[in-house]
C-alpha cells in the first residue's frame, strides 16, 4: 500500500473524553471525510452492529488477520482485547477519492501518524480532569465499575503520550471543541 496515496485525520483519546461525540458531529460537516471501521476482538456493546460501529472479529479471526498482514495498525488494548485498522478499509475509502477519517486508540493514533507523516492530521482529545472521565464514563452505563477502573488508569498513561500528536483539543465545552477541531480539520483539508 503507497503510503502517500491520500490523507488521514485521525482523532484519539482516552475512553470517555468524547472524541466519538466529536467525530460522530463532525462526519455531516465534512463530505470529503469517510469514517474508518475499526476491527476488534471485543463484544459489541449495546446498539453497536458489525459492519457499522466495528468489524466485530473473533480472537482467532484477529490474530490471523494480523499474521498475514492485514492490518495496518493493531494493538492488543486490553488483555484479549485487540483493535486495529484493517488496511482494506482504508484503501476503499481511498479509491473513493475520500480523506479517512478514524476514531481509535492512542498507541493505534501515534502508529499510523508515525506510517504516514504529513498525509496525516493526529488529533489528541483530552478531557477536563481524570475526574471528569470516570464520570463520563460512569454515566454511559456500559461498563463494570471494574473495567471503569482499568480505562481510568489506562487513561493516565495515555495522556502522557498527548504531546506525540498535531494537536491537543481540551473537551471541557463540546461546542468549542467541534469550533476548534472544525477549524484545524478545515485547514488540514486545504493544504497541498
Do not use: C
Not at 39 to 47: E, N
Not at 110 to 115: E, V
Not at 139 to 149: F, H, L, M, Q, W
Amino acid at each position: 500500500m503507497s503510503k502517500k496515496k491520500g490523507k488521514l485525520v485521525i482523532f484519539a483519546a482516552p475512553s470517555g473524553a468524547g472524541k466519538s461525540s466529536l467525530v460522530n458531529y463532525l462526519l455531516p460537516k465534512f463530505p470529503s471525510l469517510s469514517f474508518s471501521i475499526s476491527a476488534t476482538s471485543r463484544q459489541a456493546r449495546g446498539t453497536e452492529k458489525h459492519g457499522k460501529d466495528y468489524f466485530f472479529l473473533s480472537t482467532e479471526e484477529f490474530l490471523n488477520k494480523v499474521k498475514n498482514k492485514e492490518l495496518l495498525e493493531w494493538e492488543e488494548v486490553y488483555p484479549r482485547t485487540f483493535y486495529g485498522t484493517l488496511q482494506s478499509e482504508v484503501e476503499r475509502i481511498w479509491a473513493e477519492g475520500k480523506v479517512v477519517l478514524f476514531d481509535i486508540d492512542v498507541i493505534g493514533a501515534i502508529n499510523l501518524k508515525k506510517q504516514f507523516g504529513d498525509n496525516a492530521l493526529a488529533l489528541f482529545i483530552q478531557a477536563p480532569s481524570i475526574k471528569a472521565l470516570e464520570n463520563r464514563l460512569q454515566s454511559r452505563g456500559t461498563d463494570s465499575e471494574e473495567k471503569i477502573a482499568q480505562r481510568i488508569a489506562k487513561a493516565s498513561k495515555e495522556m502522557a503520550r498527548a504531546q506525540e500528536f498535531d494537536k491537543v483539543i481540551i473537551n471541557s465545552d463540546f461546542d468549542l471543541a467541534t469550533a476548534e477541531a472544525s477549524k484545524i480539520i478545515e485547514e488540514f483539508l486545504n493544504h497541498e
